[in-house]
T-cell receptor, first 115, second 115 residues
C-alpha cells in the first residue's frame, strides 16, 4: 500500500517550452501533496505544498508563476514548469499523505533536462 | 529555522559489518525525526521515525536509530549490512508529523557495500 507514482520518469525539453509532471497516489487518497526539488549531491528542497481543491503554498524563493501546481483530485497533483530554462534542470520528487497518517510517501522522481 | 547535517557524504562498508550513519539536527522545539532510503530510480522509502517516547526506535530492514537530545543527534544503525542496503540515506526533521509542516532533509549519505 501507499504507492506514489510519477510520470514521466525522465523528460528532455528545449529551452522555452513547458513541461508537466504528474504525481499520483495509486492506492490512497492524498489530501496533501508536496513537491521537492533535488540537485545533484544536494538534499531535497521543498518547493510547495498543495491541498486538494485549493491553491498551493509555495516556499520562499520559488516562483509560483513558473512552477504551476494543480491538485485537482485526491489522487493527482501536477507540476508544470513553464518556459523552462537549463537552470530548471533537476530531479523533481513528489510526496503525498493523508490526514490520517504522519508519513509522507514519496514518488520515484522525475529527471528534467532542459537543453 | 530547522536544519539537518549529515557529515558523511559517502561511506563504504563490508558486507556483514556494522553500520552507523550520522545525523545532527537543529530545531528549537521537540523535533520529529525521520530516516529515509533512496535507491537509484526509486522514491524515498521511510525506514523509521521518532516522535516521542522510547529514544531507541526500530525500523524496517533491521535498522534502528537512537535519539539523543543532548547531542542533537539521530544516528542510524544496523548490526550487519547486506549488499541490498547500498543506497542513499536521508535524515529529515519536521516541525510536526501532520499538517503542512515541511520536512527539512540532510544532504544524504551514499552507502556502498563491498563483498
Amino acid at each position: 500500500g501507499a504507492v506514489v507514482s510519477q510520470h514521466p520518469s525522465w523528460v528532455i525539453c528545449k529551452s522555452g517550452t513547458s513541461v508537466k509532471i504528474e504525481c499520483r497516489s495509486l492506492d490512497f487518497q492524498a489530501t496533501t501533496m508536496f513537491w521537492y526539488r533535488q540537485f545533484p549531491k544536494q538534499s531535497l528542497m521543498l518547493m510547495a505544498t498543495s491541498n486538494e481543491g485549493s491553491k498551493a503554498t509555495y516556499e520562499q524563493g520559488v516562483e509560483k508563476d513558473k512552477f504551476l501546481i494543480n491538485h485537482a483530485s485526491l489522487t493527482l497533483s501536477t507540476l508544470t514548469v513553464t518556459s523552462a530554462h537549463p537552470e530548471d534542470s533537476s530531479f523533481y520528487i513528489c510526496s503525498a499523505r493523508t490526514d490520517s497518517t504522519d508519513t509522507q510517501y514519496f514518488g520515484p522522481g522525475t529527471r528534467l533536462t532542459v537543453l | 529555522a530547522q536544519s539537518v547535517t549529515q557529515p558523511d557524504i559517502h561511506i563504504t562498508v563490508s558486507e556483514g559489518a556494522s553500520l552507523e550513519l550520522r545525523c545532527n539536527y537543529s530545531y528549537g522545539a521537540t523535533p520529529y525525526l525521520f530516516w529515509y532510503v533512496q535507491s537509484p530510480g526509486q522514491g524515498l522509502q521511510l525506514l523509521l521515525k521518532y516522535f516521542s517516547g522510547d529514544t531507541l526506535v526500530q525500523g524496517i530492514k533491521g535498522f534502528e536509530a537512537e535519539f539523543k537530545r543532548s547531542q542533537s543527534s539521530f544516528n542510524l544503525r544496523k548490526p550487519s549490512v547486506h549488499w541490498s542496503d547500498a543506497a542513499e540515506y536521508f535524515c529529515a526533521v519536521g516541525a510536526a508529523p501532520f499538517g503542512n509542516e515541511k520536512l527539512t532533509f540532510g544532504t544524504g549519505t551514499r552507502l556502498t557495500i563491498i563483498p
